[in-house]
């Protein structure tokens, strides 16, 4: 009989790899109404740097789902220039070069590739951290499996990563975003240690984190997953992001979905997410706070 852990990678896999291509090229169309452009404006935020920063946003299918959102954020607040180029399923060791056919990503939507290609002031990296046999340039290494040599592989591949994007940029290398990790309710100690990864490495080259994670963690419990959380300031001043205003909450999760933030079912045709989700919300919020705060500063 199997171990329900198990059977959670297993489910975690399928949907992960349920959204998974990205799309062709940058994002240049609006979003559609559905993702909610109620609260456009037509004139950029007065807190927008006085450049305008180029961004680049990379990752699985929580960037898949997440990326015309971001890229609605980015542009309203900061009038970004930005390009995203999710793969689900991936992990950070999918974005280094020289991992050939080992790899999800294909060699011209390698980070490095990206970097010297696009030249952004800002590569926002996000992951849910895939910790199972799925990711082919893992090697095989697993969370379940072997906890020590997991970390140890993320770790190394991370700052790999971070090098090969500094020597793509050059003279002009772009500052890496790392955005922190939400609540698993399966390995939350994972997530806890990943996260500090994350921090620590940012420290180290002189990067950056968002928080994202926090956004979407219910106050005073960061690494306890939640379905529904309250409403905050911005979706009380939105009712349509309080998806459940007479309980004062909103949803962040499907109820059979406890890893991804969009509130459609996940199919087999991958695509950015079609329907107002305050979870994604929320977490392009804050990539862009800080993005914004990283380039005042």
Not at 40 to 61: E, I, N, T
Request: with cysteine; charged share 20%.
């Amino acid at each position: 009989m199997r171990k329900p852990w198990i059977v959670g990678w297993v489910l975690a896999g399928v949907l992960l790899g349920a959204c998974s291509d990205p799309e062709s090229g940058p994002e240049a169309a609006p979003p559609s109404p559905a993702v909610g452009t109620t609260h456009q404006r037509a004139a950029a935020s007065p807190s927008a740097p006085a450049k305008a920063p180029k961004v680049l946003y990379l990752g699985d299918s929580l960037a898949m789902e997440a990326q015309k959102v971001l890229g609605q954020e980015l542009r309203r607040d900061l009038r970004a220039d930005y390009t995203s180029r999710p793969y689900s399923g991936t992990t950070v060791c999918d974005y280094l070069e020289g991992t050939g056919a080992k790899s999800l990503v294909p060699n011209g939507d390698k980070a490095a590739a990206l970097v010297r290609s696009l030249h952004p002031d800002f590569v926002v990296l996000q992951f849910w951290g895939n910790a199972w046999g799925y990711t082919w340039c893992m090697d095989g290494i697993t969370h379940a499996d072997d906890p020590t040599t997991y970390f140890k592989r993320y770790r190394a591949d991370m700052d790999r990563l971070t090098q090969q994007i500094a020597d793509a940029g050059g003279a002009a290398r772009p500052r890496i975003v790392w955005v922190a990790q939400g609540p698993d309710p399966i390995t939350p100690d994972r997530v806890r240690r990943v996260n500090e990864l994350y921090e620590k490495q940012a420290a180290a080259s002189g990067d950056v984190v968002a928080d994202a994670g926090a956004r979407v963690s219910a106050a005073g419990a960061r690494y306890t997953w939640a379905q529904y959380v309250p409403c905050d300031a911005y979706e009380h001043e939105h009712p349509a992001y309080c998806t459940q205003p007479g309980r004062d909450r909103t949803a962040l999760h499907l109820d059979k979905d406890y890893l991804h933030f969009c509130l459609a079912p996940t199919t087999s045709t991958p695509k950015p997410c079609p329907v107002r989700s305050p979870g994604i919300l929320r977490i392009a919020r804050e990539i862009t706070r800080v993005i914004g705060r990283a380039s005042a500063g």
